[in-house]
């Protein structure tokens, strides 16, 4: 492994010792477990291993196809086609199917808004409903030029909208790409341009923590930076002014509600490319993972299934805090949860708005079974205080969740203790954008499990901790962590970048997937993951490029060169820091003008990338620490910037003493 982060908050997680089975009266009060027992698990996984093609052929055989696939599995490593000759559509399967099936008037999607003024806004869309509303978008795009093929960008802030806009594109054949509403203007221009997407929906704004989004307004920006986009859907959500290019802007209202709800759902092939989702990687530009329909709608809908055990008919009520705009909120709000015919909650306000107990006051109202949420919101929590999770019932809650990021173990602790009343088995999954789905996982109701370990991989995942040379190593000790053998959901490409793919994900491990992270197996067969080992932190949960941070910093006047390292941070789990040296005519003269200068450049990489992406601690220094190759010592800025100098608290690296003992170790 090239740069195994090594710390103290590792170490107690490697030593961690606690293991919780499941607690008694789980399954009956789940509906029953999917999975019983490790040795159900054991022997199904391996079933999985054996025969793939049986069991996944299996596994997909539960949702309606137009054409039935020729062959399960082809597999030409880097490339996976599953369902070959397949044909379907995942909007069919995910709200039509259940129409048909009688399920109609059953509740889809429960939907809550943020604002707060008296009682929440709250609206449900039975799975009729959701089609009706879904087929007139469909048709209102085709209206507006949308066919199967095309690339529709959307960006909303979290309202019903935005997975009926999903929906709508799947179900006439057009895949979507959306962008995470936190996003600024130049992010949603990179992101339009590299897809070359001619239609976009967004909103006249969103909510965040009271204040408004200006989403329409950074459309506009954004579109002033690239001429691809043609036409523009634009939802009502605040009712603020906005401005209006005739023949190009769009109200929803206008186009969308006056459609018939007459639209069939398009068949398409299997491999049809279903989404774009834009994510960090070690270069400045991010890339569009390409999913495709067949293998992400049945990996999808079976890990939602059996991880967080979704039963119907037994007033389940599934909520994942995630924001569509990520990767989570695609499978795990959207398409793996509505085939599972348990209702999603969606949720359109911060953890913290109007006050720290608005997610415990909605558990409560909404009697939620299933919670789903990221390390960084629980250790939020734990630092608001107590006394507003225990003002709450939350005794409706069955099965927790983590994704993001490693939880450390006292998080975990308090979550299992505070949040799920010791009676809650607690699903640490590791996945990625590029998996499409969970990957490394406990099954609740199976899994032993210990705080901070994502413990055992899903059904048909072949993972390994190998060397640089692939080599598998012994349970125990670590390394980089691989699959070795394609799954459903795996990403088929980078859009528009061939090599990019094969570079990133293949050729680093021979013939298998190399997912960036480095993690341990320990003796129980146990998997802990470390963290990533490349040039991409986890910040909240989300993921970022530390060169892309790096470019939007030197893309300001008065930056010369920048490097930016993740540094431990106690909420965020990684924070980010900045060192960069300045054009000489832009060195602040004072304390003052140097507080100046890092608000000004906060404020800089806010507008280029967005707020998620400010740097928290940034530095000037006259030279950056380099080797004699002329390659910045990261490890030793993570290093300084993790406070091993904190005590120095140096604000500035010029001291040539510092600098000449950072060349020394070069
Ligand atoms: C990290 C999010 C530890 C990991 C679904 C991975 C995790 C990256 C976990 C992907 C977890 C995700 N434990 N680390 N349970 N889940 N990660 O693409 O470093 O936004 O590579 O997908 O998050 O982030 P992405």
């Given at each position: 492994m090239t740069e195994t982060k090594t710390s103290a908050a590792i170490e107690s997680v490697l030593t961690e010792e606690r293991v919780f089975h499941t607690p008694?009266?789980?399954?009956?009060?789940?509906?029953?477990?999917?999975?019983?027992?490790?040795?159900?698990?054991?022997?199904?996984?391996?079933?999985?291993?054996?025969?793939?093609?049986?069991?996944?052929?299996?596994?997909?055989s539960e949702f309606d196809w137009m054409r039935p696939w020729d062959r399960v599995l082809e597999w030409n490593c880097p490339d996976a086609k599953w369902f070959v000759g397949g044909q379907t559509n995942i909007c069919h399967n995910c709200v039509d199917r259940q129409v048909d099936q009688g399920h109609g008037d059953e509740v889809a999607i429960i939907w809550e808004g943020e604002p707060m003024d008296g009682a929440p806004e709250v609206r449900t869309f039975t799975y009729r409903e959701l089609r009706d509303e879904v087929s007139r978008c469909a048709n209102a795009l085709k209206k507006l030029g949308v066919k199967k093929g095309d690339i529709v960008t959307i960006y909303l802030g979290m309202v019903p909208e935005l997975a009926v806009a999903m929906l709508a594109c799947a179900r006439i054949g057009?895949?979507?790409?959306?962008?995470?509403?936190?996003?600024?203007?130049?992010?949603?221009?990179?992101?339009?341009?590299?897809?070359?997407?001619?239609?976009?929906?967004?909103?006249?704004?969103?909510?965040?923590?009271?204040?408004?989004?200006?989403?329409?307004?950074?459309?506009?920006?954004?579109?002033?930076?690239?001429?691809?986009?043609?036409?523009?859907?634009?939802?009502?959500?605040?009712?603020?002014?906005?401005?209006?290019?005739?023949?190009?802007?769009?109200?929803?209202?206008?186009?969308?509600?006056?459609?018939?709800?007459?639209?069939?759902?398009?068949?398409?092939?299997?491999?049809?490319?279903?989404?774009?989702?834009?994510?960090?990687?070690?270069?400045?530009?991010?890339?569009?993972?390409?999913?495709?329909?067949?293998?992400?709608?049945?990996?999808a809908a079976l890990t939602a299934r059996t991880v967080f055990n979704l039963v119907p008919d037994r007033g389940q009520v599934y909520w994942c805090t995630a924001d569509i705009g990520w990767v989570t909120g695609h499978s795990y709000i959207v398409y793996g949860v509505l085939p599972n015919r348990v209702p999603t909650f969606m949720f359109e306000g911060a953890p913290n708005h109007p006050d720290p107990g608005r997610f415990w006051d909605v558990v409560e109202r909404h009697k939620v079974t299933q919670f789903y949420t990221a390390p960084t919101a629980i250790r939020a929590f734990m630092k608001w205080g107590d006394e507003h999770v225990e003002k709450h019932d939350l005794s409706s809650l069955k099965v927790l969740g983590t994704v993001g990021e490693p939880i450390n173990p006292e998080a975990w602790m308090w979550y299992h203790k505070k949040?799920?009343?010791?009676?809650?088995?607690?699903v640490d999954t590791w996945w990625q954008t590029e998996t499409g789905g969970h990957m490394i996982t406990p099954l609740p109701g199976a899994t032993p499990t210990v705080p901070g370990s994502c413990t055992r991989p899903f059904f048909g995942i072949d993972a390994v901790i190998v060397d640089e040379h692939g080599e598998e190593q012994p349970l125990g000790s670590g390394g980089l962590l691989a699959i070795r053998s394609p799954w459903p959901a795996m990403l088929r490409g980078i859009y528009g970048d061939r090599e990019r793919f094969v570079d990133t994900y293949w050729k680093r491990i021979k013939g298998m997937y190399f997912a960036g992270d480095g993690a341990r197996r320990d003796e129980r067969g146990n998997f802990w993951i470390m963290g990533r080992v490349d040039d991409v932190i986890n910040v909240s949960g989300h993921r970022?490029?530390?060169?892309?941070?790096?470019?939007?910093?030197?893309?300001?006047?008065?930056?010369?060169?920048?490097?930016?390292?993740?540094?431990?941070?106690?909420?965020?789990?990684?924070?980010?820091?900045?060192f960069c040296t300045l054009e000489p005519s832009r060195k602040p003269a004072d304390a003052e003008a140097t507080k100046a200068l890092i608000k000004e450049l906060r404020q800089h990489v806010g507008v280029e990338i967005g707020a998620i992406a400010k740097p928290d601690v940034i530095r000037f220094t006259d030279a950056m620490p380099k080797t004699r190759s002329g390659k910045i010592m990261r490890r030793l800025l993570r290093d300084i910037a993790a406070g091993v100098e904190r005590e120095q608290d140096m604000s500035t690296l010029e001291d040539k003493n510092v600098l000449a003992q950072l060349r020394g170790e070069s």
């Open positions: 008694a009266g789980f399954s009956e009060a789940i509906g029953g477990a999917y999975v019983e027992s490790m040795e159900d698990y054991e022997r199904q996984y391996q079933r999985s291993i054996d025969d793939p093609e049986g069991f996944w052929g299996e596994a997909a057009a895949a979507h790409s959306v962008i995470f509403g936190g996003f600024s203007a130049q992010a949603i221009a990179d992101r339009v341009e590299d897809a070359r997407s001619r239609f976009l929906i967004t909103g006249d704004g969103a909510w965040r923590r009271g204040s408004v989004v200006p989403l329409k307004e950074n459309v506009d920006q954004a579109l002033e930076m690239t001429d691809h986009v043609e036409h523009v859907l634009v939802l009502k959500r605040i009712g603020n002014d906005v401005d209006w290019k005739d023949g190009r802007d769009h109200w929803w209202h206008d186009v969308v509600d006056g459609e018939s709800t007459e639209c069939p759902c398009e068949p398409v092939d299997s491999e049809h490319m279903l989404f774009l989702l834009y994510t960090s990687g070690s270069t400045g530009k991010p890339k569009g993972i390409i999913h495709t329909t067949g293998g992400y709608m049945v990996y949040i799920g009343g010791e009676r809650c088995p607690i970022l490029g530390t060169m892309e941070v790096e470019s939007a910093l030197v893309s300001h006047e008065a930056v010369v060169e920048a490097a930016v390292v993740g540094m431990p941070h106690e909420i965020k789990g990684t924070g980010i820091a900045a």
